[in-house]
C-alpha cells in the first residue's frame, strides 16, 4: 500500500514536470519558417525606374541578381550611355552631378534615406508616398544645371495619386 | 535611314501601349519576375508622418493588378520578402527585415543581422512581428503591434505609385516631343499587395543616413 501511493506520487510529480516544460513552449513557440533558407534571385529594387529606364533589357535578370556594391563597377558604362542617348546635350543636372558621377550613383541601386528628418526624394532623403519621383527623377535627367532645361521633358503633369493616403498606419489607400 | 528607325520605335511603341501595361516603376521589370509572387513594384521608405522617433517601411510587389484579379491575388509561402539596409555607407546590408508568408499570416523578423550577406538569405530565430494578411474584402487594415514595438500590416493596397507611362514611351521612342499636359497616370484604379512597416528608429543602429533596398528571393 505504501509502495502504490510512493508511485503515484512520483507519477505525479513526473506529470507536473512535464506540464512545467510545456509551459516554456508555450513562451518561445517555435517558429514555422525558422531555418528557411532562400537562393533563387527574384526581384531588386532601390530607386524607382532604375532597371527599366537604364539597363538594356537583356540584362533586367542580371542587374537584379547583382549586389548593390557590385552594381557600379558592372553597369556604369551602360547606364551612362543610356543617359547620353536620353538627353545628348547632357552637362550636369540640378543635383550638381555630371554624367559620370549621376550614372554612378544610379548604378548602385539603393534608396538613400535620412533617419534624422522629414523624407522627400528629392533630396535624396528616402522616398515617400507622395512624392512625385518621376518628375524629381525626369528633372535630374533632362533639367540641365538649374532643372528648366527641356521644359516640356521635366515632368509627365501627373502629380498626385489616384486615391488620397490615409493620416494613419498603414497610409496607403485601400484597395480599388 | 532615320524614318525606318522611327517606324521601328513607333511599332515598339503600339505594342507596348497595344498590350496593355506592361511595366511601370519596377512593375514588371524582367523575364524572371514578370507576372510571379517576386515581382517588386516599388519600395518606399520614410519618416513616419504621425511619429518622428519612427520610420515606415513598404514593399509592393505583384502590381497593375485590377479590382478583379486583386479578389484571388495573395502572397506566397515560397517567397522572402526583404528588406536590406546599410548603416555604414558600404552598400552591404548591415541589417535585413525578412517578411515571409504562411498560412494567413505575414511573419516579420528582424531588424537583425543577416547570416550572410548577398545571395542567399536564411530565417533565423524567432518572428518579431506577426500579423493576419488584410482580405480584399475587409472593411479596415488588420494591424499589429509587437513587444518591440513593430507595426505590421500586410494585403491588398491601391498602388500608391503614378506615373503616364503612354507618354513616357512616346518620348523615348521619338513619337512624341515633351510630355502630354495634363498627363494621364496610368496606375490609375490599379492595386498592389503591400507589406507596410512602422518601426522604432532605434532598431536600426543608424548614425543618421542608411542605404536600402528591397529584394525577393525564393526557395531552391
New interface residues.
Partial sequence: MKKKLYFLLSGCALVLTISACHKDHNV??S????????????????R??V??VFINAAD??K???T???AQGAAYHAQIQSRLMA?NPGFTTNAAGLNAAVFSQTLA????????????SYGTFT????AD???DASFKLIWGGPDGNSN???V?????????P?L?????????? | MKKTRMVAALSAAALLLGGGILWASDHGDAPAVSGKSTDITDLYVYQSPVNADKMVFTANVQGLLSPTATKTAGFDENTLIEFKIDNTGDNVEDLVIQCVYKAGKMYIYGPYKPKGTGTTSTITGNASAVVDVTPYSATAPVVTTSANGITAFAGPRDDPFFFDIGAYVKVVTGAANSFSNPGSDSLAGTNVLSVVLELPKSLLNSTGKINVWLDTKTKN
Fill in positions: 518561445a513557440p517558429d514555422p519558417n525558422t531555418g528557411a533558407t532562400f537562393s533563387i534571385a527574384g526581384d531588386q529594387v532601390g524607382p525606374g532597371n527599366i533586367h535578370d542587374f537584379n541578381a549586389a548593390p556594391s536620353l548602385t541601386d539603393v534608396l538613400n534615406v535620412s533617419t534624422t528628418g522629414t523624407t528616402g522616398r515617400g508616398l512625385d519621383v518621376i521644359p516640356g521633358l515632368s509627365d503633369h501627373v502629380d498626385h495619386n489616384d486615391k493616403f493620416g494613419t498606419f498603414p497610409y496607403e489607400a485601400a484597395p480599388w
